[in-house]
């Protein structure tokens, strides 16, 4: 077969059985492309994790409508250490069909221990590469050696150089791959060997992105010394201290053809930051230009020129991977908070090609998200695709660790990048490991942060959804599934204005060893705002210089925590589409979002709205029905403008997850 998936898929044909039962111990129905398969061959399934929580879905959801004659095709996945659907309960095991698919399966001659711990996305190539080159049975080693070749593009042996050894790391962060470690072990192993990268902090900048940027940052100023001593006249280079963070030579070759290729996209992203320099006019004629801070304003307009460009090439695809997505809404959200910062200094022409570009990609994420959305809450919750895996991931986390899971209610992500440039001029020292998650649909507090919280999706807390009562006990709750206790678990939530002494009082308790807080000042700003995004932006920006994130994070790293940020959604400037006179039929009445307890009534205000959106019910209890207002409109007055969330759009959906540390020292 051409493609793995189809050994899967085959096995999948509609009205054979109302009910299978899948032994997947390597979670291969959770890759995007077979969910989307199993989906689109009219499957639902449910992964069998929990108990009672498997239990609530089976019953509302599909034993009720069996009861009623209603066929449906469900999947139920046990995900196990072996192939034995024993574990299932017996009514189960009694009616269903009963199948097993497994990593051994796909790729026979491989180790199974380097395999599984790939991203299933990565398997296409490892496939292909199979097919194509018919290894034999390989060892552990050489699977490594095979899968870095053949699905990442890299040749260990081959690196023999720096200017080798950069290539491969850019073109590896700069596209965000995700690369398990035990072949990063084995890549690191491998150059270990050539003297030449002896000094390098290979365990540091091979797994780590943000390390290695951190990395090439540092020593952008001494490459930019040596260009100036060698090619002008008179100048000499100085012999500074630099006070690197990262170990390694100081001189980097940034103008080799396979480096330079990468350094315009990456001070364009925002990815390395321009500097100052005191020969900058001169350095302005060379090629190096990008990353020297010449004319704020001139170097603004250049790299919004550049983003435009790069973006608009780059806009992900209907079938992309949802990580795709993810690094394109940094990019967005990098080119938003430029244009903001520049005000009135935006070019018409370039206003023009952000209200083309904006439409561009309304119109594909919008289109992505009706593909791909569904199948986002079952992927694997390490790392975290939606904020309701957050949770799961940090449970990995606390062992001799303690934890604080930080929500800052409705922060975007292009107000998160104006948040982190102020506290990097207040705490210089702190690094920030910076990656977005999925929120939930629709875009709101009492379903997205309570599925944060929950660490489940919306469709298990159905008698909460509307409000946000319950947060705190499925807090707790989740973590003594864990195996923690009550005094071990702190939340307090109305953080921003003060509330310092709150933190200090929790974290003073000695038993404590995970605490959830939210901080809603951003949100508070929204409710209230008057000047559209701009506004957001410039309090977001005199909030953040007051100083309580600054001191919130010294706190909680003083007292040695582990600090996660993120939110529960963004939000965007809307324009009323007008306002649906339902009376009192809908549940809940958002700016951009309507609640409907049933298709008939959402149907009749639907007919009025034709431009809006039927959300279905994607993880979401049955008698919750979400219509979303069009585009970039809100269910408000015509004309009439608001920043405001329950939407669709990259702003609303995509969330920054960040892990706050102090740099190594």
Not at 590 to 596: K, L, S, T
Request: hydrophobic residues 40%; aromatic residues 10%.
């Amino acid at each position: 077969m051409a493609n793995w998936r189809e050994q899967i898929l085959k096995e999948f044909t509609s009205q054979v059985a109302r009910l299978t039962l899948v032994a997947d111990p390597d979670g291969l129905l959770l890759e995007e492309g077979v969910l989307q398969g199993i989906r689109e061959r009219g499957f639902e399934l449910i992964p069998f994790e929990d108990h009672v929580a498997f239990r609530f879905a089976y019953e509302s959801k599909f034993r009720s409508r069996w009861d009623r004659g209603e066929h449906t095709d469900l999947v139920v996945v046990l995900r196990s250490e072996s192939s034995n659907l024993n574990n299932l309960p017996y009514d189960l095991l009694e009616a269903g069909r009963k199948l097993s698919f497994s990593i051994g399966e796909l790729f026979p001659n491989l180790s199974y221990p380097v395999v599984a711990a790939m991203d299933r996305n990565d398997f296409d190539a490892l496939y292909r590469a199979q097919v194509q080159h018919n290894p034999g049975t390989l060892g552990d080693n050489m699977t490594k050696e095979f899968v870095l070749r053949h699905v990442f593009e890299i040749a260990p042996e081959l690196i023999k150089q720096p200017s080798d050894l950069l290539r491969v790391l850019l073109r590896r962060h700069y596209r965000g791959l995700s690369i398990p470690m035990i072949l990063d072990e084995r890549f690191i192993e491998v150059l270990r060997q050539n003297d030449l990268f002896e000094d390098w902090p290979l365990e540091k900048i091979v797994p780590d992105r943000d390390a290695f940027f951190v990395f090439l940052q540092e020593r952008w100023p001494v490459f930019l010394n040596r260009i100036a001593a060698r090619d002008m006249e008179g100048v000499k280079e100085e012999e500074a201290s630099f006070g690197l963070e990262y170990s390694g030579p100081s001189d980097l070759p940034f103008e080799h053809d396979d480096v330079r290729v990468y350094i315009d996209n990456l001070f364009l992203e925002g990815l390395l930051e321009a500097i100052p320099h005191k020969n900058s006019e001169a350095l302005s004629k060379k090629w190096v230009a990008v990353g020297v801070c010449i004319d704020p304003e001139k170097d603004r307009l250049r790299r919004m020129e550049g983003l435009l460009q790069s973006m608009k090439a780059t806009i992900p695809s209907t079938d992309a991977r949802h990580n795709e997505w993810l690094l394109f809404a940094y990019r967005w959200a990098e080119f938003m908070a430029l244009s903001i910062d520049a005000g009135s200094g935006v070019t018409a022409k370039i206003k023009r090609q952000t209200e083309e570009l904006c439409s561009d990609v309304d119109t594909a994420f919008l289109s992505w998200v009706g593909k791909r959305y569904a199948g986002l809450h079952n992927q694997p919750a390490v790392p975290p695709v939606m904020l309701h895996h957050v949770p799961r991931a940090l449970a990995r986390n606390v062992g001799q660790n303690k934890i604080a899971f930080l929500v800052v209610d409705g922060l975007a992500l292009d107000q998160w990048i104006v948040m982190r440039k102020v506290l990097h001029e207040q705490h210089p020292t702190i690094r920030f490991n910076e990656s977005a998650i999925f929120a939930w649909m629709p875009t709101i507090t009492s379903v997205s942060r309570q599925a944060a919280f929950a660490g489940k999706a919306p469709l298990y807390f159905p008698s909460s959804i509307q409000h946000t009562g319950k947060e705190e006990a499925h807090w707790t709750q989740f973590w003594l599934d864990q195996g923690l206790t009550q005094q071990e678990v702190a939340y307090a939530k109305g953080l921003g204005d003060g509330g310092l002494d709150t933190v200090k009082e929790i974290i003073s308790h000695p038993k404590v060893r995970v605490i959830g807080l939210i901080i809603d000042k951003v949100d508070k700003i929204m409710h209230g705002m008057e000047l559209g995004t701009p506004g957001m932006h410039n309090q977001i920006r005199q909030w953040t210089e007051q100083g309580f994130l600054a001191n919130l994070f010294d706190l909680l790293l003083k007292h040695e925590y582990q600090i996660f940020l993120t939110s529960d959604h963004g939000n965007i400037e809307a324009e009323g589409c007008g306002s649906p006179k339902e009376g009192a039929i809908a549940e809940m009445r958002g700016q951009r979002v309507r609640i409907y307890p049933d298709e008939l009534l959402r149907s009749q205000v639907k007919d009025r709205f034709s431009d809006s959106i039927e959300w279905p019910a994607v993880g979401l209890p049955d008698d919750f029905l979400p219509l979303l207002a069009p585009n970039r409109k809100a269910f408000i007055k015509e004309e009439d403008k608001i920043v405001g969330h329950g939407g669709i759009s990259i702003e609303e959906l995509v969330v920054p997850f960040v892990h706050i540390k102090q740099r190594d020292s």
